[in-house]
């Protein structure tokens, strides 16, 4: 690579903290444990993404579209100031979620996406990365918006986000504000897990980011439905 050129074109990067993992006892009983993805993740990542372009219940295509372009952009530092954590239940990758910090002070939400239905696992990580915004970054507010009606419920109306003035940075949409105000309003209610994770459970989400097969994820995804054909 001619990092000459390079140097041009990476986008300056900002020191941030990491975010420390946690574990949430799923309504199963299942331990999901979220942890921050580093960029040598991404290729592993990107793998459960790509069955999701396929499907269009719920806005899975223009999510995981968007998404895996932000991935890849982070991975070869084409975006600006991404951070990425993901949730694994006994290794096995069940969600993603991604933000980038537009400053110091604010964080602009771009996406969450879960491969497992049913248990608030989006919901959850969600959350993990308002929390990291917050608690540790020390960001003033993040800017949300939806891409799909089960999106806005758990955004807009559960955290009661206040509408904002311009666009955007996702298509220009409506942007929605969580201040650090409201995020301390809604945590106790919204905000799970536990630190540290006990040791065993951590060697298992760090040995390996297992993806399931694709027609896994779809089964995952589409359910009942697919079955129905
Ligand atoms: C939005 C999203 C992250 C929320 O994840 P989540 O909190 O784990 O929630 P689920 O998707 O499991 O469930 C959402 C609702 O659909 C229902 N649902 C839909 N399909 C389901 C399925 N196959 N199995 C079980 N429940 C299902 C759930 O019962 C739930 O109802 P509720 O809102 O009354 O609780 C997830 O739906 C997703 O990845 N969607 C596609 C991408 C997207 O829209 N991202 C957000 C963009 S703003």
């Known amino acids: 690579m001619d990092m000459e050129v390079e140097e041009y074109l990476r986008p300056p990067e900002m020191e ?8 949430v006892t799923l309504a199963t009983g ?62 096995l990758l069940v969600g993603v979620v991604n933000t980038r910090l537009y400053s110091r002070d ?50 807009m109306i559960e955290y009661e986000l206040i509408e904002r003035e311009g666009q955007h940075e996702l298509g220009g949409a409506t942007p929605y504000g969580l201040t650090k105000e409201l995020y301390y309003k809604h945590k106790d209610r ?3 897990g536990e630190r540290p994770v006990p040791e065993e459970l951590l060697a298992v989400a760090e040995k390996e980011i297992i993806v399931a097969s694709e027609d896994d994820i779809l089964e995952k995804i589409l359910g009942a439905k697919r079955r129905e054909r």
């Open 30 to 91: 299942g331990k999901l444990v979220i942890r921050q993805a580093s960029r040598s993740d991404v290729p592993i990542l990107l793998e459960a993404v790509r069955p999701t372009m396929k499907v269009e219940r719920d806005f899975y295509d223009i999510v995981g579209a968007r998404l895996y372009a932000e991935l890849l952009g982070w991975y070869r530092h084409r975006v600006r100031d991404e951070f990425c954590l993901m949730g694994q239940i006994d290794g």
């Open 106 to 155: 604010l964080g602009i939400s771009l996406h969450t996406l879960a491969t497992e239905r049913g248990l608030r696992i989006g919901a959850h990580l969600f959350a993990a990365k308002m929390e990291y915004s917050f608690e540790y970054i020390g960001q003033e507010e993040v800017l949300i918006t939806a891409e799909s009606p089960i999106g806005f419920r758990r955004w």
């Open 190 to 192: 919204l905000v799970a």
């Open 16 to 23: 941030i903290p990491p975010y420390p993992p946690k574990v």
